[in-house]
């Protein structure tokens, strides 16, 4: 099945050989561009270099890609997942990556260790009340920075040659121009993204566990299904 993906403007991954793996080809399309913030990168890594955090947690693989190389700092570093731990580790950056895929993994992940500690936290600027509001109740300091914003591309999504669409996040869902079509098998990467298909009034045929390759298994466990029909 040949599938469309909803990624950044020009922030396209490795898609195609993932798909592949799982028996689907695969092309982006993009209701949302990044715009970085210079200068709240430029704060994030002084503060960084000069040992203010215990510990970095990097939400998504954008500001993993754009922070790395320029990070010599010695604080404890988490990926939200395996994309955000490749981008650290191509620049020798020593990870741990969390067992999920969510931000609401990362205080149960550090446990009791995160108490007192200083938490630095480079990510888009989309509010994230509950990770923050988790880690200030487990006792953690939180240093969040801006480090890009998202917006609409305003940009129709190309479905046409489609079987099934894929949402990777809420924002891409909200803030997306496409038209449902008869046959079109609509995914959400996870239950967050579901969520808010739902209250658009959009309801997913499959949900995966918050990854790509989650979202393909279920895809192709929902196929297995129907054949057996």
């Known amino acids: 099945m040949k599938i469309a993906v909803t990624r950044l403007k020009g922030k396209e991954k490795s898609?195609?050989?993932r798909c592949s793996e799982y028996g689907h080809s695969c092309y982006s399309v993009h209701p949302l561009r990044s715009e970085i913030h210079e200068d709240e990168i430029a704060r994030f890594i002084e503060e960084a270099e000069s040992g203010t955090f215990d510990c970095i947690f990097f939400t998504s693989a954008l500001p993993a890609k754009i922070i790395a190389p320029r990070l010599t700092s010695r604080?404890?570093?988490?990926?939200?997942?395996?994309?955000?731990?490749?981008?650290?580790?191509?620049?020798?950056?020593?990870?741990?990556?969390?067992?999920?895929?969510?931000s609401r993994d990362f205080v149960p992940y550090l446990g009791d260790w995160i108490k007192g500690k200083h938490i630095g936290i480079p990510r888009a600027d989309v509010p994230n009340p509950k990770l923050l509001g988790a880690i200030t109740a487990a006792e953690g300091i939180v240093h969040e920075f801006r480090c890009?914003?998202?917006?609409?591309?305003?940009?129709?999504?190309?479905?046409?040659?489609?079987?099934?669409?894929?949402?990777?996040?809420?924002?891409?869902?909200?803030?997306?121009?496409?038209?449902?079509?008869?046959?079109?098998?609509?995914?959400?990467?996870?239950?967050?993204?579901?969520?808010?298909m739902r209250a658009g009034g959009t309801v997913p045929t499959v949900v995966g566990d918050g990854s790509l390759e989650g979202s393909l298994k279920a895809l192709n466990d929902y196929l297995a299904r129907l054949g057996g029909h």
């Not at 894929?166 to 967050?192: E, H, N, Q």
């Open 15 to 17: 898609d195609a050989s």
């Open 75 to 102: 604080s404890r570093v988490i990926a939200i997942g395996p994309q955000t731990a490749k981008e650290l580790q191509e620049h020798d950056i020593t990870c741990e990556t969390l067992p999920g895929f969510y």
């Open 148 to 196: 890009y914003g998202l917006e609409p591309t305003g940009e129709p999504l190309d479905l046409g040659q489609a079987g099934a669409a894929l949402f990777t996040s809420a924002m891409s869902y909200t803030k997306a121009r496409w038209t449902p079509r008869s046959g079109l098998l609509v995914m959400a990467i996870g239950d967050i993204t579901a969520a808010a």
